[in-house]
C-alpha cells in the first residue's frame, strides 16, 4: 500500500512548487498574478478536522472515493468495490456478495446491502473495535484497521477483486453469520480451507494458512485457528463447484498490496491506452498476479484473455480474468473549443442573439453558480466572433478575466484577506476550497470537478486567444492549482491526492467527497465531469502543456465509455432488464437512479443532468442517435408531451442530434420567450441546433492524429473540423485517410477545402482541394444539399421524409458537383428524390466534366407543388470507380425546372419476380400476402441487435416500427393493402454497435 507523505511546512509547499513574491497578509501564497490563502477567512464553515487515519497516512488525505466514507466517520458506510460489497462495523467487517440480488424496479435497479448478511469477519479477541482507520491505499484498493489493546484486524479490498484479505494481531479469525450455519460444501475442522453457502445462496472460500484448523463448523461463528500464523483471506465464489474454489485457491495466498494506473495517449493513432497493474505479495508459495473482474467499459475494450466466470453487478456484467495486469484501449474522438461556423441558422438572427447575452447582469457568487456563468461566456465568445461581432467578444471575455481574476487573488486591494470570492489551502485534508461555497463543496468536499471544471474551461476559452494571460508568470499557475485539486497526476505531488474525483477502476468520477452513504458513493451530471477533463484538453493544448492536455484526453475518453455504459447504456447490455427507464440519472454504489435527481423527479431535469453543459466538447452525446431518439421518446413519455417546464433549450439542443428539423421547429416556436438554463444562453442553443442540422452528429469511427478536431457525418457526407491552437501552420491526417491543412489559431473545415476563422464565413471554393475530399459511396443516400460545389442553386428547409435542406430554385444549366464518388464495380441505376409545380425537366448524370460523359439521366416530373415529393428512377451506364459526380439540370425554360433533395445508385435492383433486395450489408425480401405485404429483414454479417422498420404506404403518414426478430431474420407485415398501393421504406439496424441507416426503396403491392 501506498503511503503518502507529510506536508512539512507551507514553506515547503509553496517554495517546491512555485516561486512566491510578497504577501500580502500572513497565509497569503503568490502563485504568479494571483494568490490563494493557507488562513480560513472568518466566518465560513470548513471541513471537518478529524480524519480516520493510522500514523501510516501522512500528507493529502483521498476524498470523493468509493471507500472514502472510513475516513470520516468511526466506521464506515457502505463500500461497494464490485463484485463485493463491505462496511466496517465495531465487531469487525461485514461482507456482503450483491452479485445475486441484483433487480431493476422501475425507475431504480437496486444492488445495496442489506442490514445482516452475508457475515462479519471479526476477531476472536474482542466483540467490539473503537473505531476503524485507513492504514494504506492505492490506486483502486485500500487496508483498514480495526484495533482494541493489542487485538488487531487488518483488512485489504479493492475495485473488481472477488478476495478480501487480512492479517491478525493478538487473536484469530472469526466468521459470525447473522442466522444460521452455512451450508459447508468443502473441507472440514481439519482443513485449513473451506467452501461455504450461506443463507441467501453466496458462495465463499475461506481460506486459512496451511497447517491451521477450524471450529464451530454447524454454528453461525467459524473460527479458523492460524496455528501461529497472522494472514487469512475470503473469496467470494461465482459458483460452489470444486474447480472454481481451487482456482482461486491458486491466488488466495498472493494477497495484493499495491496497484497502479497507467496511461498514455497515443497522438498518431488517437488511441488512450490504460494500464491495470496488481503487486502482490505470497504469504504461501511463490504464486504472483491475483483474480479480478472486469466492468464493462473495461472487458468491451482490452484482449485481456478472460476466465469462463461472470459476476453480475448494478454496472453490468462483471468479466473475470487472472494475472498481475491488464490493458484497455480507447479511441480519443477529439474535442472543439466551439463549433464551426457553418449551422443552417441566420447570421442576423444569431448576431441579435449575442446582443441580448451582452445585456445580461450576472449575480451568481458561489463556486458553482458563478461557474456556470464562467462557462456560458466560453461559449458566446467564439459564437460573437463568428458573427463579426468583436466587442461582444471581448466583452465577454473581459468578463471572464475580471471574474477569474478576482476569484484567483486572495488579498483586496489593501492587501487584507477576503472574505468571499478566494480559494483557501486546508492542509490538514490537502484541499483547495472556494468561498462562497455551494452543495457541500467545503464542508463535505462535494463536486469540486463540476464547479472548478467551468474556471477551467473558461480560462482555457481565453487561453486560446490570449496566452500571455495564461502564462505562469500571470495567472497559469493558479489555473493548474485548480486543475491539481480535481486531477492531480503528479504521485509525488504532497499537497493533493492522485486523481481526488476520479475512479480509475470504475472509469467515472465520484461527486461526494465523505461517501456517507449506505448505497456507497454517487455521481449525478456525468456531463459537467466531462466538461472538466475537456478543460484539461484546452488548456493543456492552448499553453502548450502535452502533460495536462493528455492526462485530460485519457480522463475525458475514459470515462466517456463509462458514461456510455453505465448513464445512457447505448447498447441495452447493462442495465437491468428490470430498470425501465432510458437514462440512468444517477449512479450510485448500490444502485442506479432512474425516475430522480438530488432535488426533483421532473422528467426534463432528470434527463437533462447529463446532458449541461451543451458545448462544442459535447460532441460525444451525438454518436449514438439511434439511442438519442429512445432517450428522447421517453422523456416526451414521461413529461406527458412536449411541454416543457425548464431546461428546453437543452432538450432542443439534445433533439437536434436526431432530429434537427423538429428541434429548429420547437425553438422556433418558443424563441421570443423561453428562459435558457442557468449555464446555457439563446445564442448558443441556435447554434448548436443549426450546425448539427447542417453538419450531422460526431461520427465515433474516425479519429485524428491532432486532439483539438471533430468528423461529422450526415447521410454520407463527412465534415473534418480541426481547430489548430498552435502558432504553425497544420497538417491533420484522420483515420480514413483524409487531410486537412489549417493556419494557426483557425478553424479549417469543408473537407479540408477551406479555412473558417473563428470571426469569418469559410475562405476558399469549394473543390480547390478535390484530393482531400472523403470517398462517397454511390450506393449510400446522396444529400443534395452536401454538394462539394455548384452553380446557381440555393438551399432551403425541406418537408420531405427525414427534413434537413434540399436544394431549389434551379434553372436551366446549373449544376452540382460531388467529388469523389466512388462507384465501385458498377452502377446500373439511379434514384433521385425531386419536387416540382413546373413542368420539370432532366437532370444529366456526367463524369468529371460540366461536359463529361453521360452516364445517364432521371426526369423531374410535375409532382403538383414544391414540396410534393417522388422517386424517380433512371439506367446507368458506364460508371466504375471514383469519379468527380457532376448533376446537371436540362429543361426547356431558363427558370424553376424543380427541387432534388436525395438521390442514390443502386448495382442490384429489385427482381419484380422475387421482391428481393440485396446489398452489403442485408438481404430484403417483400413477400405479397393478399391484403398484407411481409416485409423480411436478413443481415448479411453476423446479428443485429435492433432493426426498425420505416415506412410510409401511398405517401401517407410515416410509421416507425420495431421488426420482429425470428431467428436471424428481422420481419413485419403491414395489413390492409390494396392492389396498386406503394410502399416508400427505409431500415435503421444494428451493425458493430452502430446504427446505419438503408436507402430508400419502393415496393408496390
Do not use: C
Not at 903 to 926: G, H, R
Amino acid at each position: 500500500m501506498k503511503k503518502l507523505l507529510t506536508i512539512a511546512s507551507v514553506t515547503l509547499l509553496t517554495g517546491s512548487l512555485f516561486s512566491p513574491s510578497t504577501k500580502a497578509f500572513s497565509g497569503e501564497v503568490n502563485a504568479g498574478a494571483g494568490s490563494y490563502s493557507t488562513v480560513k477567512p472568518s466566518n465560513v464553515s470548513d471541513v471537518q478536522e478529524m480524519i480516520y487515519k493510522t500514523s501510516n497516512i501522512a500528507g493529502a488525505m483521498p476524498t470523493n472515493d468509493w471507500w472514502s466514507s472510513t475516513a470520516w466517520v468511526q466506521y464506515s458506510d457502505a463500500q461497494y468495490p464490485h463484485p463485493l460489497a463491505m462496511i466496517n462495523e465495531s465487531a469487525g467487517l461485514r461482507i456482503y456478495n450483491p452479485s445475486n440480488n441484483i433487480e431493476g424496479l422501475g425507475g431504480f435497479t437496486k444492488g445495496w446491502m442489506n442490514d445482516i448478511d452475508d457475515f462479519v469477519l471479526g476477531h476472536t479477541g474482542t466483540s467490539s473495535f473503537g473505531d476503524t482507520k485507513v492504514d494504506g491505499f492505492s490506486d483502486w484498493f485500500v487496508t483498514n484497521e480495526s484495533k482494541s489493546g493489542s487485538n488487531v484486524l487488518n483488512v485489504t479490498y479493492g475495485h473488481g477483486s472477488p478476495f478480501v484479505y487480512a492479517t491478525y494481531e493478538g487473536g484469530d479469525p472469526k466468521i459470525t453469520l447473522p442466522s444460521i450455519p452455512p451450508t459447508v460444501w468443502y473441507g472440514d475442522e481439519n482443513s485449513n480451507v473451506l467452501g461455504i453457502t450461506t443463507e441467501k445462496g453466496s458462495h465463499y472460500a475461506l481460506f486459512g494458512p496451511t497447517g491451521s484448523t477450524w471450529s464451530g463448523l454447524d454454528t453461525k461463528t467459524l473460527t479458523n485457528h492460524l496455528n501461529g500464523k497472522n494472514y487469512f483471506s475470503i473469496a467470494v465464489l461465482p459458483d460452489n463447484s470444486l474447480e472454481t474454489l481451487k482456482k482461486f485457491e491458486q491466488y488466495a495466498y498472493s494477497h495484493v498490496v499495491d496497484t497502479k494506473v497507467d496511461w498514455s495517449y497515443n497522438e498518431s493513432t488517437s488511441e488512450v491506452e490504460t494500464t491495470y497493474n496488481f503487486v502482490t505479495e505470497a504469504k504461501e508459495g511463490s504464486n504472483e498476479g491475483t483474480i479480478f473482474a472486469l466492468y464493462p467499459h473495461q472487458w468491451k475494450n482490452t484482449n485481456q484473455p478472460l476466465l469462463d466466470y461472470t459476476f453480475d453487478s448494478v454496472r453490468g456484467t462483471m468479466k473475470v480474468a487472472e494475472g498481475s495486469s491488464f490493458k484497455t484501449t480507447m479511441a480519443f474522438n477529439g474535442v472543439l473549443p466551439s463549433l464551426p461556423d457553418l449551422g443552417t441558422y441566420d447570421k442576423a438572427t444569431l448576431a441579435s442573439y449575442i446582443d441580448e447575452a451582452q445585456t445580461e447582469v450576472d449575480s451568481s457568487t458561489d463556486t458553482y453558480w458563478y461557474g456556470k456563468r464562467l462557462g456560458e461566456l466560453a461559449t458566446l465568445a467564439p459564437i460573437a466572433e463568428q458573427v463579426g461581432d468583436t466587442d461582444a467578444a471581448n466583452q465577454f471575455r473581459q468578463e471572464m478575466k475580471a471574474g477569474l481574476e478576482d476569484w484567483l487573488t486572495a488579498s483586496d486591494q489593501s492587501g487584507n484577506l477576503n472574505n468571499e470570492r478566494l480559494f483557501y489551502y486546508n492542509d490538514n485534508w490537502g484541499t483547495l476550497l472556494g468561498y462562497p461555497d455551494s452543495f457541500g463543496s467545503v464542508e463535505e468536499m462535494n463536486d469540486h470537478h463540476f464547479h472548478y471544471g467551468y474556471f477551467i474551461k473558461a480560462a482555457a476559452e481565453i487561453a486560446r486567444v490570449d496566452k500571455n494571460w495564461a502564462s505562469n508568470s500571470q495567472w497559469g499557475q493558479m489555473i493548474e492549482l485548480l486543475i491539481r485539486d480535481i486531477a492531480n497526476a503528479d504521485r509525488n505531488d504532497e499537497t493533493f491526492p492522485f486523481l481526488r474525483n476520479f475512479d480509475m477502476y470504475a472509469g467515472h468520477t465520484w461527486a461526494s467527497g465523505h461517501a456517507k452513504f449506505f448505497d456507497g458513493n454517487n455521481n449525478e451530471s456525468s456531463s459537467e465531469a466531462m466538461n472538466a477533463w475537456a478543460g484539461l484538453i484546452l488548456w493543456g493544448e492552448a499553453t502548450d502543456n502535452k502533460e495536462l492536455r493528455d492526462l485530460g484526453i485519457y480522463l475525458f475518453t475514459t470515462e466517456m465509455n463509462a458514461i456510455n455504459e453505465y448513464w445512457f447504456d447505448v447498447t441495452g447490455e447493462n442495465h437491468d432488464p428490470g430498470f425501465t427507464r432510458e437514462t440512468a440519472s444517477m449512479v450510485w454504489g448500490g444502485k442506479t437512479v432512474g425516475d430522480a435527481v438530488w432535488w426533483t423527479n421532473n422528467p426534463e431535469e432528470v434527463h437533462g443532468i447529463n446532458w449541461l453543459p451543451i458545448t462544442g466538447a459535447s460532441l460525444y452525446l451525438t454518436q449514438y442517435p439511434e439511442y438519442t431518439k429512445r432517450n428522447y421518446d421517453a422523456l416526451v413519455a414521461e413529461n406527458g408531451g412536449e411541454d416543457w417546464n425548464v431546461w428546453e433549450d437543452l432538450i432542443w439542443m439534445y433533439r437536434a442530434i436526431e432530429n434537427p428539423d423538429d428541434a429548429i421547429r420547437q425553438f422556433n416556436a418558443r424563441a421570443d420567450i423561453f428562459e435558457p438554463e442557468a449555464g446555457n444562453s439563446k445564442a448558443n442553443t441556435y447554434h448548436w441546433i443549426h450546425n448539427l442540422n447542417a453538419l450531422g452528429n460526431a461520427d465515433p469511427t474516425i479519429t485524428a492524429d491532432y486532439p483539438i478536431h471533430a468528423v461529422f457525418t450526415k447521410g454520407n457526407v463527412k465534415t473534418y473540423v480541426v481547430y489548430n491552437m498552435t502558432d504553425s501552420v497544420k497538417t491533420v491526417t484522420f483515420s480514413d485517410g483524409a487531410t486537412v491543412t489549417v493556419e494557426p489559431h483557425q478553424f479549417n473545415v469543408g473537407n479540408g477545402t477551406g479555412t473558417t476563422d473563428p470571426g469569418g464565413d469559410p475562405g476558399g471554393d469549394p473543390g480547390d482541394n478535390p484530393g482531400d475530399d472523403p470517398v462517397i459511396n454511390a450506393f449510400d443516400q446522396i444529400e443534395a444539399e452536401q454538394y462539394t460545389s455548384m452553380s446557381g442553386i440555393e438551399t432551403e428547409q425541406t418537408t420531405d421524409v427525414g427534413g434537413g435542406l434540399n436544394v431549389g430554385w434551379i434553372d436551366n444549366g446549373d449544376y452540382l458537383v460531388f467529388n469523389r464518388v466512388d462507384f465501385g464495380t458498377g452502377a446500373t441505376g439511379v434514384e433521385a428524390r425531386v419536387a416540382t409545380e413546373s413542368a420539370g425537366g432532366t437532370i444529366e448524370l456526367r463524369l468529371d466534366s460540366i461536359e463529361g460523359e453521360l452516364i445517364g439521366t432521371v426526369d423531374i416530373t410535375p409532382t403538383g407543388g414544391w414540396q410534393n415529393w417522388v422517386t424517380n428512377t433512371g439506367a446507368i451506364t458506364n460508371a466504375t470507380g471514383i469519379h468527380d459526380l457532376y448533376v446537371v439540370f436540362k429543361g426547356e425554360t431558363d427558370a424553376g425546372m424543380g427541387n432534388l433533395n436525395w438521390l442514390t445508385f443502386t448495382n442490384d435492383p429489385v427482381d419484380d419476380d422475387s421482391n428481393v433486395i440485396t446489398a452489403d450489408d442485408y438481404t430484403i425480401e417483400m413477400i405479397n400476402d393478399g391484403q398484407n405485404a411481409k416485409f423480411i429483414f436478413t443481415p448479411n454479417a453476423g446479428s443485429s441487435a435492433f432493426v426498425d422498420f420505416h415506412y410510409k404506404v401511398n405517401d401517407e403518414v410515416q410509421q416507425n416500427v420495431r421488426a420482429v426478430k425470428n431467428g436471424e431474420n428481422w420481419e413485419y407485415t403491414v395489413n390492409g393493402l390494396q392492389a396498386g398501393d406503394s410502399i416508400n421504406f427505409f431500415y435503421t439496424y444494428e451493425k458493430s454497435q452502430l446504427a446505419y441507416d438503408s436507402p430508400w426503396y419502393e415496393y408496390a403491392h
